[in-house]
């Protein structure tokens, strides 16, 4: 009987030399080692053992199925190492290679990027850089910058009140002279923080978002003002359109771009301008355009921030960021800034 075993193990290890793959294998494991397969079935044969036999028997047939258990845990290792090899082969990834060309980069908005140029530009120029709260006490929107509560011009700029912080005003907001608070109207209203703040000479301009209730091809009822302040000694209007002529000629990109002023009001200014800026246009050499108001800083408001008037003067402008930017690429409707349509969008990334 144990020369059969003998004969068992030659034909398992011929059969385990034909297995070449995961399949052969698990079908060979049946065959062996299965709870009908020819080890079981040979053990059968103890009973037909001589009994001083039986323990060698045992052993024997032990020993034996040790044996194909580690000839399959071997075979099985093999082919693992083959397929990681294979795998290695075939799925390699060049990760050096260049990225193909149809991934698609997202762009900056148009305004975003204007923004970050007039931010360069005004710093370029001296100018730092402030940021002021987009909600504002009415006393630094309004009443400091010489619009008392019955102004007409408070009428002029169609206000959204904020009605809950009116009744429950935020402390840090709020100067405690007037507990008011709108969503600011122009950024105008970082003047007289500013000059609280800080003691002439002053160079300082904002540029974010201003509201008012209004929406048609030109107006929105959120866009973006850039407003600069220099207060100091001595101060010109002949400085003034020299610092507009420099502005103007770098963000529009025309580089002989002119600068006229008009008398207009402003109740924080005196004088108050608007300006006009020149330049040809389709064969017209004498095309104006509003882009914005100026003047001297009102001596009232330079009271109102605890400034002395008979020491220091100084000139203030502002303006609307998209008119810019749509007399810069000739955009005409307003809206197209806040439609988010990517056909025009695309045009500037
Ligand atoms: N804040 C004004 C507006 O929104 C624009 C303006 C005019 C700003 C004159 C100024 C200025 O700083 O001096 O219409």
Redesign the pocket.
């Known amino acids: 009987m144990i020369e059969k075993i003998q004969e068992l193990r030659m034909a398992a290890e011929a059969a385990m030399g034909k297995v070449n793959n995961e399949q052969g294998l698990r079908d060979f494991e049946i065959v062996y080692l299965g709870k009908k397969g020819e080890l079981k079935d040979f053990a059968k044969n103890i009973s037909k053992v001589d009994p001083s036999e039986r323990k060698n028997f045992g052993q024997a047939v032990n020993a034996l199925k040790r044996d194909i258990e580690n000839s399959i845990e071997l075979k099985a290792a093999e082919f693992e190492q083959k397929k990681m090899e294979a795998l290695a082969d075939n799925e390699w990834i060049d990760i050096t290679a260049p990225a193909k060309d149809h991934m698609r980069k997202g762009g900056r908005h148009p305004l975003s990027s204007f923004i970050d140029e007039v931010n360069e530009l005004f710093t370029e120029l001296g100018f730092s850089h402030a940021d002021g709260a987009e909600i504002e006490s009415e006393w630094y929107n309004f009443t400091a910058l010489n619009l008392d509560a019955d102004h007409p011009a408070r009428e002029m700029q169609d206000t959204f009140f904020v009605e809950e912080l009116k009744a429950n005003p935020l402390k840090f907001l709020s100067d405690d002279r007037d507990l008011g608070m709108v969503l600011r109207t122009?950024t105008?209203s970082m003047q007289i923080h500013y000059m609280q703040k800080n003691k002439p000479p002053l160079r300082v301009f904002v540029a974010g978002k201003v509201f008012r209730k209004e929406s048609d091809a030109t107006h929105a009822p959120v866009f973006h003002?850039v407003?600069?302040?220099l207060v100091d000694k001595n101060v010109s209007l002949r400085n003034l359109k020299g610092v507009l002529q420099e502005i103007f000629s770098k963000l529009l990109k025309k580089p002989d771009v002119k600068i006229r002023f008009r008398l207009s009001y402003?109740p924080?200014?005196e004088p108050?301008l608007e300006v006009d800026i020149g330049f040809e246009l389709k064969g017209n050499k004498d095309y104006w355009l509003e882009i914005?108001?100026?003047?001297m800083v009102h001596p009232q408001v330079l009271k109102n921030a605890g400034l002395d008037p008979a020491e220091y003067n100084g000139f203030?402008?502002?303006m609307g960021i998209e008119r810019m930017l749509m007399i810069r690429n000739n955009i005409k409707d307003l809206r197209l800034f806040f439609d988010n349509d990517i056909r025009f969008l695309k045009q500037f990334s």
Not at 292 to 295: L, N, Q, R
């Open positions: 122009q105008s003002q407003d600069c302040l402003f924080f200014t108050s914005g108001g100026a003047g203030a402008f502002g």
